[in-house]
């Protein structure tokens, strides 16, 4: 026998009484408040999840921003979403369709343009996605091809600097 104040299906963990079982309930007092994980992301209401329907939705999601504010991040890049669902705090991640888009992404370029970064080299893709900020990077699918002049000789990699470690060539 267990109570169930709130009538959530859930009975309390603090029965008033040691002849009724306790139950899982974290607060017997709101009924939106179970150990149920609805989305299966491993959190529930009682976990301080903010939006149980969202399984890309918990404390941690957005764990480049913090382990424990509860944030969407759909494309799991470690970054909250800058259009969260309903419940979540707004993050700063500019495209949370593309793991390789965020502010900061192209760190060398800057760290405060929403940019894509696929090779993760620190330059941005020169033909990224509409809404994201251009970069300089001439093949962001190879990290050898970069606009950096290493060896300050005028030229570099994505110019046919065939060793941008030697001025001479």
């Known amino acids: 026998c267990m109570t169930d104040q709130d009538g959530d299906g859930y009975g309390s963990s603090t029965p008033s009484s040691s002849d009724i079982l306790p139950g899982t309930d974290c607060d017997d007092t709101s009924p939106s408040l179970t150990p149920a994980d609805v989305d299966g992301d491993g959190f529930s209401t009682c976990d301080d999840d903010c ?32 259009t969260p669902v309903t419940g979540a705090l707004v993050g700063n991640d500019c495209d949370d369709d593309d793991i390789y888009t965020y502010l900061g992404a192209a760190y060398i370029e800057s760290a405060a ?8 080299d620190g330059y941005g893709k020169s033909n990224p996605n509409v809404g994201i900020s251009i970069g300089t990077d001439c ?30 060539l």
């Open 51 to 82: 939006n149980d329907n969202s399984v890309y939705t918990f404390p941690g999601a957005a764990q480049n921003v913090s382990p424990t504010l509860c944030m969407s991040d759909k494309d799991d890049d470690g970054y909250g979403s800058s």
């Open 113 to 120: 343009l929403c940019m894509t970064d696929v090779d993760g």
């Open 139 to 168: 093949d962001d699918n190879d990290t050898s091809l970069t606009p950096a002049d290493t060896d300050l000789d005028g030229y570099s990699t994505c110019q046919d600097d065939c060793d941008d470690n030697d001025n001479s």
